[in-house]
Each structure stands twice: as structure tokens, then as C-alpha cells.
């Protein structure tokens, strides 16, 4: 994806002495990797730690973004693979995740228009996916990003369950590779009830929040949001009328690429629909973030404005794939139902 720089900045990142500077992502404008010295280093005081805080935020969402559509991406040509169809190149202007989702969810409607008597419907049954955001990584972001917030300040995980690693009693749920058991004693994977002890590399199942600057909270909720863990939920897949040979040779291949990849993308159809919402919230705290840069002087407040641009490209990458992965949904979930 191109990035137009406007006018004004490309003039002050020259003022600045920019030619070599390293952008946010990894490299210099030339695209070359390297350190990055003329972003970063602007002092020790409030306003320096915020845009240094927002720089590193901006680098580590873009990174996490493309990740995350590269995914996507990689979870159709499978199952494009296995529906037998070759991926089209991206047309110009098109990202090559639309092209490949697309094809995919062009087959699934091709398969059951042609297979399925009218009247008949598959039915795709699953557990939406759990998503969790690790708390601890939230806290250092907020305080790497805020100086004024207390040390003793406590992240408190609102609308969902704080789980995580129990050495002591875990009282609750306790997960264990995709398994849960109620327990009362010790849990050797994931504790979802409570701990008589403090859990350790705790997640939060819900909305991260600490009290701090609105602007920080922002940048680092997207910032954890992108790289988010959503369980993969198990699938049935079934068809409610009978079929010739042919017909349910098709749909069999339908249901076993489905039942192979597609909770692949439902958990990453997760994770973006939170990074869509978030990633909007980042954009604007970026802008927010211009008055801190703007008394460091030229240089924060160029590097500042291109870090806005790539997090503004990045959260464009993330509606994208999200449209078309839920365009691949839509295609089998016509007649699906979340249990």
C-alpha cells in the first residue's frame, strides 16, 4: 500500500534532517533497515516519554496489523487448496487477501447454489471465540506512555473474566489444550475461576482499563488488542436433505475444508472486529498526541505525523481483510448458527 506524505511534512521532515530517518515499521524511507536515532531520544521529561511511547506503539500495530491480514490471507489459500481452486493475483489496487478470500467465498456459494436443493440449507454449529488481551504488556504500555500514573495503579478487566496461570488453588474452570474441567485444587494450564494466589501472565477476557491519560489508554488497548489470542471453536457441519453422488461429493469437500480452516478464521475474524474498533480509538489519540510533539519541537512532531499516516494505513489494512473475511462468512454462514 503507497503512503502519500504531504507537502508540508515531507518539507519538515527535510528541515529536520531526515533524509536517513527510519519510519515506523523498520526502515528509512528508502526502505532500508536500521536504527532509527532521529525518532526517538527527545528528552526525559512527560512530553518526550508520550511521543516516544506513541512512536514505539505506532511500529509495533503496523507490524501486528500486517501479521494479521497475512494470516488471513494464508487461512483461504488453504482453503482454497482444498476446495481444488487456484488464488487470482490481486487486481491493482486490491490487496492480494481480498483476492484470495474472495475466490473462496465465491466457491462456498457456488457449492451450495449448486448442490443443496432449494429449500435445503447447511448448517455450520460452533461456540463463538473467547478473546483475551495479556494485562501485563496493557500496564507497561499505559506506564511507558503516561508519567504521571501511579505505580500502585491497578488494570481492572471489566465486561469478561480475568484468567490465567494458578500456583496455587485454582477454583473454577481450568483449561488444559482445549479442554475444560471444573476444578477445586490444581490447574496445570489456564485457570478461569479464581486463584488463591495472584495468577501469573494473567489475560483479560473482556475491556482492559486503568486510570490514566485517555490518549495512552487508547494507543495501548489497540496495541494489545492486534496481537490478541481467540480460542479456535470446534465446528459441526451438516446438510439437511439428500443429494445425489455428485452433489454430496462437493459438500463433503466443502464441510471438511470448513471444519479444517474455518475456526481458524473465526478467531481471526475476532481479533479484528476488536482491533477495528480500537485501531479507529488509535488513530484519534495519535492526533491527540500532536500537542506533547509539538512543543518538543520540528523533529517529534514530523515523526509524529508520519507515524499517524502508517497507523491510519494500518487500520485501513485491518477493515479490509476484516470485510472480506466476513464476506467469507457470510458465504457459509447463510444457514450457520452460533451456539
Not at 86 to 109: H, K
Not at 225 to 235: I, N, Q, S, Y
Not at 292 to 301: D, I, K, Q
Not at 320 to 339: C, K, P
Amino acid at each position: 500500500m503507497s503512503r502519500i506524505v504531504p507537502v508540508s511534512l515531507s518539507i519538515a521532515l527535510a528541515l529536520a534532517g531526515c533524509a536517513g530517518m527510519r519510519m515506523p515499521g523498520g526502515g528509512s524511507p528508502g526502505g532500508s533497515p536500521g536504527p532509527a536515532p532521529l525518532c526517538a531520544d527527545f528528552g526525559v521529561d512527560a512530553d518526550a516519554q508520550k511521543v516516544e511511547a506513541f512512536l514505539a506503539t505506532g511500529a509495533r500495530f503496523e507490524a501486528a496489523a500486517l501479521d494479521l491480514s497475512a494470516e488471513v490471507e494464508l487461512t483461504c489459500e488453504a482453503m482454497a487448496r482444498d476446495l481444488g481452486l487456484e488464488v487470482p493475483s490481486a487486481a491493482e489496487g486490491e490487496l492480494q487477501v481480498e483476492a484470495t478470500c474472495g475466490v473462496v467465498a465465491d466457491e462456498i456459494r457456488a457449492i451450495l447454489d449448486g448442490a443443496l436443493p432449494a429449500e435445503a440449507s447447511l448448517t455450520v454449529t460452533y461456540e463463538p471465540p473467547v478473546c483475551s488481551v495479556d494485562v501485563d504488556a496493557y500496564a507497561s504500555c499505559v506506564a511507558r506512555c503516561d508519567a504521571t500514573l501511579d505505580v500502585d495503579a491497578e488494570v481492572t478487566c471489566t465486561e469478561g473474566r480475568l484468567v490465567g496461570e494458578c500456583a496455587g488453588t485454582c477454583v473454577g474452570e481450568c483449561r488444559v489444550d482445549g479442554t475444560t474441567t471444573e476444578v477445586n485444587g490444581a490447574c496445570g494450564g489456564v485457570c478461569a475461576g479464581t486463584c488463591s494466589v495472584e495468577l501469573e501472565a494473567p489475560r483479560c477476557e473482556g475491556d482492559v482499563d486503568v486510570r490514566a491519560d485517555a490518549q495512552c489508554e487508547a494507543a495501548c488497548e489497540a496495541s494489545v488488542d492486534v496481537v490478541a489470542e481467540c480460542t479456535e471453536p470446534r465446528l459441526e457441519v451438516a446438510w439437511d436433505a439428500g443429494v445425489d453422488a455428485e452433489a454430496a461429493a462437493r459438500l463433503e469437500q466443502l464441510a471438511a475444508a470448513l471444519e479444517a480452516h474455518y475456526p481458524r478464521l473465526l478467531a481471526l475474524e475476532a481479533r479484528l472486529e476488536a482491533v477495528a474498533d480500537s485501531g479507529a480509538e488509535l488513530v484519534t489519540s495519535f492526533e491527540g498526541a500532536a500537542d506533547a510533539a509539538g512543543r518538543l519541537g520540528l523533529r517529534a512532531g514530523a515523526c509524529l505525523a508520519d507515524s499517524t499516516l502508517v497507523a491510519a494505513e494500518s487500520v485501513a489494512t485491518i477493515d479490509v481483510t476484516l470485510s472480506v473475511t466476513l464476506e467469507v462468512s457470510a458465504s457459509a454462514s447463510a444457514s450457520a448458527s452460533a451456539g
